[in-house]
């Protein structure tokens, strides 16, 4: 989403650490979190007629004390500041734990931080994350703007029980402090397969499945058994992610979602994002020292090391770049999304 390659939070912060300082990386950190999503994109989402928005939390957002539940005042500020911009622009807002402590997949997306992955034993990092969640219930109860809660981002276990027993978990643990929001649970295999789940584990859920078309175009036969699953367990689907495709997809795409009554709303991945081989919504202009960055820190092996200062500004330049008004929406895109 910042330019090219696939690598974590924790790699991007800790090799910027070594291209210019722990001062510039932290910058840069609290820089993202200022202005790629700042109060005017939330207005933009309302304006082009959305109402909702997926809202993706690494948990070393607010738990930065490895194995402690510790929460940062900085990231609770953080989201109360988004949910506050909901309330004004009347928007719905999901809870996202993108990333769960000790990593619950080997994707990049899951950010171990190069720990090995151990969500999926009965360790620190499972009570770590149910933690977690009860806080965040305790916090967002009665917040009307809060639909939900997506419990875990695309969950890689090895043994579905492994995913299906934390689930039991996290729903008790949330359900003592937020019996009123609706809980989204997702598929094993990276939010597709839901064969651990026998029956609905909450009265006030939805099974909710990611779907991409990069391997194959399997989207008529996913949909056609995740109906039957709806329909067997009196459950309503919810479509946490798609995107990444070109205009005719992502509009028959919409198109298909419609015509499932069982489907309760989508969210499209992601709202705003460096170039790609893809159209997006919302692209930004990556300058060119940031590029040069970027490739150093996804092949620091193949690529010239930038120096101190050339990296500085380059840090400085991408943090305009990445502000609403410096970036560019597609709206063919938002026609195929949302047609008027």
């Given at each position: 989403?910042?330019?090219e390659?696939f690598?974590?939070?924790?790699e991007?912060?800790?090799?910027l650490?070594t291209?210019?300082?722990r ?10 979190y ?6 005017g994109?939330l207005?933009k989402?309302a304006?082009l007629?959305?109402?909702s ?12 004390q ?5 929460y940062?005042?900085?990231?609770w ?8 911009w909901c309330?004004q622009?009347?928007l ?8 769960a402590?000790g990593?619950q ?11 090995k992955l151990?969500?999926?034993?009965p360790t620190?990092?499972?009570r770590?994350?149910?933690a ?5 219930a305790?916090?967002?109860k009665?917040?009307r703007?809060?639909a ?42 990276l ?10 584990l ?12 990069w391997?194959?175009?399997d989207r008529?036969?996913r949909?056609t058994?995740?109906?039957m ?14 995107g ?7 509009g028959?795409?919409?198109?298909m ?6 489907i309760?709303g989508?969210a499209f991945?992601?709202?705003?994002r460096a ?10 202009k990556?300058?060119?020292g940031?590029q ?6 996804n092949?620091?092996?193949?690529r ?7 990296t500085?500004e ?7 770049a ?19």
């Amino acid at each position: 989403m910042f330019s090219e390659g696939f690598i974590s939070e924790t790699e991007i912060l800790t090799r910027l650490e070594t291209l210019a300082g722990r001062d510039a990386a932290q910058a840069f950190r609290r820089g993202i979190y200022s202005n790629f999503i700042a109060a005017g994109d939330l207005r933009k989402i309302a304006a082009l007629g959305f109402n909702s928005v997926r809202v993706p939390v690494n948990y070393r957002l607010l738990d930065n004390q490895a194995h402690k539940a510790v929460y940062e005042e900085a990231g609770w500020q953080l989201l109360d500041r988004l949910l506050d911009w909901c309330d004004q622009y009347h928007l719905y807002a999901v809870f996202d734990l993108h990333a769960a402590p000790g990593g619950q997949s080997g994707l990049f997306m899951a950010d171990r931080g190069g720990a090995k992955l151990s969500l999926w034993e009965p360790t620190e990092h499972q009570r770590q994350t149910v933690a977690l969640w009860h806080a965040l219930a305790a916090r967002y109860k009665t917040r009307r703007c809060v639909a939900g809660y997506d419990l875990i981002n695309e969950p890689g276990p090895s043994r579905g029980s492994q995913w299906s027993d934390l689930t039991r978990q996290l729903v008790e643990t949330i359900r003592a402090e937020d019996r009123q929001h609706l809980l989204f649970i997702e598929g094993g295999s990276l939010a597709t397969d839901f064969s651990m789940f026998g029956k609905p584990l909450d009265a006030n859920m939805a099974y909710s499945f990611h779907i991409y078309t990069w391997f194959g175009d399997d989207r008529s036969q996913r949909l056609t058994d995740y109906q039957m699953l709806a329909r067997k367990q009196n459950v309503p689907r919810w479509v946490g992610e798609f995107g990444e495709n070109n205009y005719k997809m992502i509009g028959s795409t919409v198109k298909m979602f419609d015509e499932h009554p069982e489907i309760c709303g989508w969210a499209f991945w992601p709202w705003k994002r460096a170039p790609t081989s893809h159209p997006g919504l919302v692209t930004v202009k990556v300058p060119a020292g940031w590029q040069k960055v970027m490739a150093w820190i996804n092949h620091p092996i193949l690529r010239q090391k930038p120096a101190t200062a050339e990296t500085r500004e380059a840090i400085k330049e991408f943090l305009e770049a990445v502000k609403l008004e410096n970036g560019q929406l597609d709206k063919q895109m938002w026609q195929e999304l949302l047609p008027q």
